[in-house]
């Protein structure tokens, strides 16, 4: 028993040794595209694209960052100007305090603000993402032009659909500080078909136990966001355009150009219908 258990040791810290070192190398070779904006007490890393009006503003899904927008963005960015973000604890997001729901719309106004972004806003959501739009354009109505909603946490009802675990679980940080995930490659081999350095990027943080963390935490607390996004009022008339692309899985990733074609196709309808002359 005294040999295994030695063993065990030999072999975690093995593990936390090479996650360690190979975390040192990831952040050299995966920059942070876009920069760092105070909202207040922490920092949240914002990149954007493109010129014109309206701004499109991307909420990743559950467990994602701003790289999950590998193949959206730039295809957006080629018609107007577009930006995605990282979440507080997601990405290279700094870590927020305020552990609520609802406090992510407000970080999300004050980062536009703060980052020098100007409304219209067309909020276009992927998963848990499609519950922060909502949210967000109930919250600041005002600044959103229209609503692009992907594999929303509701169903055909409109009623609020119930976590299911996914890939994330309590364990997950903990397997990644070990060395675990990133052995196994459990988590990263979803970001296969990702255009590189998306794909790069997000393989690094799904192996990170800070971004994992925070994408529990979020997970814990699917049942509330979507439960919320579900009964909040919509400004009347804001266009809302609502699509299924990965069926029944709540926590996906659009990695390939063929999931992410359906996604831009919407997104850039509704810069037509803002666009048109009132």
Do not use: K
């Amino acid at each position: 028993m005294l040999r295994v258990g030695a063993l065990l040791v030999f072999v975690v810290l093995v593990g936390a040794t090479c996650q360690g070192v190979a975390t040192a190398l990831e952040r050299r070779e995966f920059p942070r595209p876009g920069r760092m904006v105070d909202v207040g007490g922490h920092q949240l890393h914002i990149y954007c694209l493109g010129e014109g009006s309206p701004t499109v503003v991307l909420e990743a899904p559950a467990e994602g960052m701003s790289a999950t927008w590998g193949w959206v963005q730039p295809a957006v960015a080629r018609s107007t100007r577009v930006c995605s973000y990282d979440r507080a604890g997601l990405g290279w997001s700094d870590r927020s305090e305020v552990q609520d729901p609802a406090a992510v719309s407000g970080a999300l106004h004050t980062l536009l603000i703060q980052a020098g972004e100007t409304a219209p806003f067309i909020v276009a959501g992927h998963g848990l993402g499609a519950a922060f739009a909502t949210l967000y354009a109930s919250q600041f109505a005002g600044d959103t032009a229209a609503l692009v909603l992907i594999d929303a946490p509701v169903d055909e009802t409109g009623a609020p659909v119930r976590a299911m675990r996914g890939r994330v679980s309590r364990l997950s940080p903990w397997l990644a500080r070990v060395g675990i995930l990133r052995a196994t490659r459990t988590l990263s081999r979803g970001t296969t078909g990702l255009p590189e350095p998306s794909a790069g990027a997000l393989a690094a943080f799904l192996n990170r136990p800070d971004h994992l963390t925070e994408a529990a935490s979020e997970l814990s607390r699917w049942n509330e966001v979507a439960t919320q996004a579900a009964d909040v009022s919509l400004r009347p008339g804001l266009p809302v355009t609502r699509l299924t692309v990965a069926g029944g899985d709540r926590v996906a990733f659009l990695v390939t150009e063929s999931q992410a074609a359906p996604v831009v196709s919407a997104i850039l309808d509704a810069v037509a219908i803002v666009r048109q002359p009132r």
